[in-house]
T-cell receptor, first 116, second 112 residues
Framework: GAVVSQHPSRVICKSGTSVKIECRSL??????MFWYRQFPKKSLMLMAT?????????EQGVEKDKFLINHASLTLSTLTVTSAHPEDSSFYICSAPNRGLLYGYTFGSGTRLTVV | AQSVTQLDSQVPVFEEAPVELRCNYS??????LFWYVQYPNQGLQLLLK??????LVESINGFEAEFNKSQTSFHLRKPSVHISDTAEYFC??????????FGKGTRLSVIA
C-alpha cells in the first residue's frame, strides 16, 4: 500500500534553532501534502497545504514565516520550524491523498518535536 | 463549512464487550467519511471509509460503521473488543476537494 515516510520521528532542539521535518511518498506521487499539528489529547489541526512547484497555502493563524513549507518534488515535502520556541513543541503529521479518495489519505508516522 | 463532532472524548469498555464510538457531521454538501485509528506517538491509520454505495462499511479487524444520512451520523462499532483495540479513534470528513476535517477524537480504553 501507499506509504508516506516521515523523519525524524522524534527531535529535541534548543530554543532559537530550526528543525526540518521531511515527508516522502515512497510509492506514489504526492502532488499535494497536508501538514497537521496535534496537541496532547487533542485533534489534528490543519496547518497548511503544500503543492508541488507552488507556494504553500497556510491556514488562518499559522505563521508562514515560522513554519516554512517546501514541496520541491512530487515525492518530497518539508516543514521547517524556524526559531523554535517551547510553545512549538507538538506532534506534527503530514498526509497525502493517494489516488484520490479511493485509498483515503496516507499519513506519515508523525514527528514529536520538543523545544527546550 | 463542515464540521465533525465526536461526542465522547473517552470510552472505557471491558474486553470482549461491544463498543460504539459516535460521530456526527454537518455539511451543506455531500461528504465522504472516514475513521482513523492512532496508536501512541504514531501517525493515523485508515480504519474504514464511506465513499458511496452500501451504507454499512467494514474493516478487516472487526470494526464497522454505518452511514446514516438522515441522522448525519457515521458511528463506529465493534461487537467484541480486544486489549489491542486501545487507541485514539478519529472520525473525519471531506467533500472531496479539501483536506480532511477531523473530530476531536475518542480515546477507547479496553479493560482486561
Amino acid at each position: 500500500g501507499a506509504v508516506v515516510s516521515q523523519h525524524p520521528s522524534r527531535v529535541i532542539c534548543k530554543s532559537g534553532t530550526s528543525v526540518k521535518i521531511e515527508c516522502r511518498s515512497l510509492d506514489f506521487q504526492a502532488t499535494t501534502m497536508f501538514w497537521y499539528r496535534q496537541f496532547p489529547k487533542k485533534s489534528l489541526m490543519l496547518m497548511a497545504t503544500s503543492n508541488e512547484g507552488s507556494k504553500a497555502t497556510y491556514e488562518q493563524g499559522v505563521e508562514k514565516d515560522k513554519f516554512l513549507i517546501n514541496h520541491a518534488s512530487l515525492t518530497l515535502s518539508t516543514l521547517t520550524v524556524t526559531s523554535a520556541h517551547p510553545e512549538d513543541s507538538s506532534f506534527y503529521i503530514c498526509s497525502a491523498p493517494n489516488r484520490g479518495l479511493l485509498y483515503g489519505y496516507t499519513f506519515g508516522s508523525g514527528t514529536r518535536l520538543t523545544v527546550v | 463549512a463542515q464540521s465533525v463532532t465526536q461526542l465522547d472524548s473517552q470510552v472505557p469498555v471491558f474486553e470482549e464487550a461491544p463498543v460504539e464510538l459516535r460521530c456526527n457531521y454537518s455539511s451543506s454538501v455531500s461528504v465522504y467519511l472516514f475513521w482513523y485509528v492512532q496508536y501512541p506517538n504514531q501517525g493515523l491509520q485508515l480504519l474504514l471509509k464511506y465513499l458511496s454505495g452500501s451504507t454499512l462499511v467494514e474493516s478487516i479487524n472487526g470494526f464497522e460503521a454505518e452511514f446514516n444520512k438522515s441522522q448525519t451520523s457515521f458511528h463506529l462499532r465493534k461487537p467484541s473488543v480486544h486489549i489491542s483495540d486501545t487507541a485514539e479513534y478519529f472520525c473525519a470528513a471531506t467533500p472531496g476537494n479539501t483536506p480532511l476535517v477531523f473530530g476531536k477524537g475518542t480515546r477507547l480504553s479496553v479493560i482486561a
